[in-house]
């Protein structure tokens, strides 16, 4: 397998490396080590060429808006963006998700979801295939549901933000459910709205479930932010704090931990507070959790570096780590499988032989003499042979696929059942001792990778902290500038270096990344 991408891979990989070498020339650095990764994965069957782990990865910070009907996530979007760019009411406005996109001109205009489905540049290209895998011929459709609005707000510069349609367990299709699956997994913020008015939180038992329980078991569950909307209209009742300690229990009950639950309401279309110290207690409530929520969507461009650096760190990892052992394990186990079934196999065929041998001389036809019969002697040897391997590598091939079916095809590393299909190919020994394109240069491809990745977190946090209390420009300057020559100097060789990583032996050598 040649180990290097595809031409429409170039091309999306040479587009995000245009952007990223004025927007952020560390990050341009990542996609060389990511492309470094890929020479990896292409050798030993973990990727196709028509795939980069640069692609599975957003690379612009993603703010998704989830929630029930009518808890006021359009309304908290045109506040927080300071226009009227989402209709909101009571009831349910839009039924497709708005990939909301910042654009200088001034008036905002609406693009249907094949703008976001034939855009490489935006993490839903080929959308429509996904959906076609839950319902077929559905991905045609991707119209009803996505959509592009475009705003000329600063505070949507360098982000994406996803209004969804209101959420309902029980009567959500499958494919906005996958949808909204993919969307919550590309995202580094997602914020989960209820409203505070109806229902109750016991009757949204399936709701609470899915925007709740399934996500408080994700290891990025720190990026769910759970709010409870137009609380204001608590501010009558009785005991106004019951209403959020029974939202608060029902949370509770589906493991969400104290910390990452809010209560706002929209100043502009809140319900009028008489009593002025519930008003004050009400209003310093809603300011407080609102400058969390802030700075937390402010925060998200930052948190995005890391994520990718971590992506990087984690990939390299997980294939020395994870991949490796499970293929060896598999490998063993296919080895050993494959040697008992040959034993029992021809050792049927010889006793079957031989007990047909008592009764009819059929060991006469096994006779070979190639001194008096030299052709015949030769054509049955070549049949006997012919034979024995056709049923060895039969039994191979079949005993592959088996286990093939026990390992995953989509982790975070790739295609591990591929991967393990690359290493039973016929020509590939039974007993060779490691994986098709582990080598000790992977080995060190991978070290690298992992080293760089660490000494990219170290430039990044000198961006922004500064331990000793002394600002001292040169270390992180130095270090910023290190990362970057090596990053440039690697991406120069890619003509005769990079035929040259083609082979099975050859390092994986990054390709010079285009200017804007």
Known sequence: MLARPDKSIAER????????ENENPLLLDAVIRFKKLDRVAYRMGLLPNSESYATRIPWWPLITVLGTFSAGKSSFINHFLGQDLQLTGNQAVDDKFTVVCYSAQRESRVLPGIALDSDPRFPFYQMSSEIDKVSLGEGRRI?????MKTCDSEKVSGKIIIDSPGFDADDQRNETLRLTNHIIDI???VLVFFDARHPEPGAMHDTLDHLVGD???RNDSEKFLYILNQIDTAAREDNPEAVVAAWQR???????????FYAIYNEEVAVPIDDETVRKRFEDKRDADLADIYERIHQVEVERSYRIIGA????ATDIENVVIPRLKAALKRWTKIVLIADTVVFGAIVTAIALLNARVDVLAFFALDFTLQPVVSTIKAVVIVTAVLMIHFSMRKFIAKWIARTLETDTRAGDLRQAFLRNTRTLRSLFHPAPAGWTSRAKRTLASVVADASAFVQTMNDR??????????SPQAEMLKVVEAKGRAESSHRTEAGDQADTEQSDPVADKPSGS
């Open 13 to 20: 990989l040479a587009k995000l490396e245009s952007h990223l």
């Open 143 to 147: 119209d009803a549901y996505l959509q």
């Open 187 to 189: 995202s580094d913020l």
């Open 215 to 217: 996500t408080i078991r």
């Open 250 to 260: 029902a949370l509770a009950q589906k493991g969400l931990t104290a910390g990452r």
């Open 312 to 315: 990087l760190d984690h990939i």
């Open 464 to 473: 922004f902290t500064s331990p000793s209390g002394v600002i001292a420009e």
